[in-house]
């Protein structure tokens, strides 16, 4: 399998002068910095929210209180490159590049180590895997980015589980809409197209992200029929506002993506600074509930450490006395709603 080729643009063609940013040089030896022309053109000033996502900061080496692999992915991989958490669903590992390293990634010991995306071996063993378990309707492909492949490689895999009857829908996580919106093609929409229910979650953080250009990938993928979800980490400086969360959400929803997950910053060493409390998280879900369409409301999820699964976590605003529930309204009024007893 191969990788999609691109110019690989670098971080030194942005106009600033990234060489004098603190500790560039450790930091980028052990987590790999990688730009796109496109992503780096997004950056205003210097410490805004897009810098924040992509440049390099010393103080992912400072933080060792946390630990590269906190949801217990590896020791949840019966085969190389596949994670087997819940029965019926499994994520598959098809590639280590992204077009940006994002400095929050909650695969931050994997992405960017090493040039080879799966290899066939590996890409069989885990389709047999698969196919000898019936309980599993749902793959999930992941990384890195799966967009990262070459269209070739992606027919491979998808025609692969195709194949396999008791696979139902077929997802894809990827950044690229966001940070490399040109690798969404028609060709690759034709593509994808033949492998239907196919489900795409791509990852938008700020309202900076929706441009023409991520507006129109995330077009192609819709016209061809791809449901397209989005996923929100929830990052200290980027978007821990309620504002900045509105206006992503309701953003989203006029470039016709749902938002689907706001995700709880895993702890994954070399990420701390970038992680909010619970109470940030929640009073952010508060002020979006009633607020704003109800369809562009994510579900706030902590994916637990130990591999223990997603959690759904939703602001405190009810009370069960008997069969009286007290409710708190949005906007702050409390009504109480009388239920019957079973
Ligand atoms: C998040 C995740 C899934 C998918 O969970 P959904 O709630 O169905 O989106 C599946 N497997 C693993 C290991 C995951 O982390
Ligand atoms: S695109 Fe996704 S997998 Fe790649 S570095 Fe960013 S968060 Fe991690």
Not at 75 to 97: E, K, M, N, Q
Not at 154 to 174: D, E, N, Y
Not at 281 to 295: D, H
Request: net charge neutral.
């Amino acid at each position: 399998m191969r990788y999609f080729k691109y110019s690989n643009s670098t971080i030194y063609k942005t106009t600033f002068n990234v060489r004098l940013i603190k500790g560039f040089i450790p930091v980028s030896s052990r987590y790999p910095v990688q730009l796109t022309d496109y992503y780096s053109s997004l950056i205003k000033h210097q410490n805004d929210a897009i810098w924040k996502q992509c440049m390099p900061d010393v103080r992912e080496l400072e933080d060792q209180s946390q630990c590269p692999d906190p949801l217990d992915e590896t020791a949840l991989s019966p085969v190389p490159g596949l994670i087997h958490r819940y029965p019926d669903r499994v994520v598959l590992l098809v590639s280590r590049r992204c077009p940006v390293y994002c400095r929050f990634c909650m695969r931050k010991r994997l992405v960017g180590s090493g040039d080879a995306p799966m290899g066939e071996d590996e890409l069989l063993n885990a389709i047999d895997y698969i196919s000898t378990h019936p309980s599993i309707t749902d793959v999930i492909l992941s990384g890195g980015d799966p967009l990262m492949l070459d269209d070739s490689s992606l027919l491979k895999i998808l025609t692969g589980l195709r194949a396999i009857p008791h696979v139902v829908i077929i997802r894809i996580g990827t950044r690229v809409p966001v940070t490399f919106p040109a690798r969404i093609t028609s060709e690759l929409c034709s593509l994808l197209n033949r492998f239907h229910p196919l489900y795409i979650n791509t990852h938008f953080n700020h309202p900076d992200e929706i441009t023409t250009d991520s507006s129109r990938a995330c077009e192609l993928l819709v016209n061809t029929g791809i449901p397209l979800g989005n996923q929100t980490v929830l990052l200290k400086g980027v978007n821990d506002s309620i504002e900045t969360m509105r206006n992503l959400m309701i953003g989203l929803l006029a470039i016709r993506v749902k938002p689907y997950y706001l995700h709880q910053m895993d702890l994954v060493q070399g990420t701390a600074h970038f992680r909010t409390s619970v109470q940030t998280g929640l009073k952010i879900m508060r002020g979006l509930r009633g607020y704003i369409s109800g369809l562009a409301i994510p579900h706030y999820v902590i994916d637990l450490p130990g591999g223990k699964g997603k959690v759904a976590i939703l602001p405190d605003d009810i009370e069960i006395r008997g069969t009286t529930l007290h409710l708190r309204t949005y906007s702050g009024e409390q009504v109480t709603y009388q239920d019957i007893s079973d």
